[in-house]
């Protein structure tokens, strides 16, 4: 059985970080696609970020500069380190793994930009 968990979401103020892991299991990590997408209320989910099985991470322009995606795939986890939080960063955070018409989702995790 896929199952991808997200941790580390939280409450935080304008200006700060937090760093969101996702663990996998019952999938070969490696060969997958990893991406990141959030959903703020009231808004269709969007992309965030991604790092392919073997290529360079590609961002959305409203977090460039801001956001780093990585991952490790000993640990068979992947992060998203928010730095410079805006309060329009308020979503929940999604994982996804992806390889050829195989996905996966995590179940989500809150982040809440407000002081």
């Known amino acids: 059985q896929v199952q991808l968990v997200e941790s580390g979401g939280g409450l935080v103020q304008p200006g700060g970080s937090l760093r969101l892991s996702c663990s996998a299991s019952?999938?070969?990590?490696?060969?997958?696609?990893l991406r990141w997408f959030r959903q703020a209320p009231g808004k269709q989910r969007e992309w965030v970020a991604s790092?392919?099985?073997?290529?360079?991470?590609n961002y959305a322009d409203s977090v460039k500069g801001r956001f780093t995606i990585s991952r490790d795939n000993d640990k068979i986890t992947v992060y998203l380190q928010m730095n410079s939080l805006k309060p329009e960063d308020t979503a929940v955070y999604y994982c996804?793994?992806?390889?050829?018409?195989?996905?996966?989702w995590g179940q989500g995790t809150q982040v809440t930009v407000s002081s």
């Open positions: 790092f392919s099985s073997g290529g360079t991470p």
């Open positions: 996804n793994a992806l390889l050829a018409t195989r996905q996966y």
């Open positions: 019952g999938i070969i990590f490696s060969s997958y696609a």
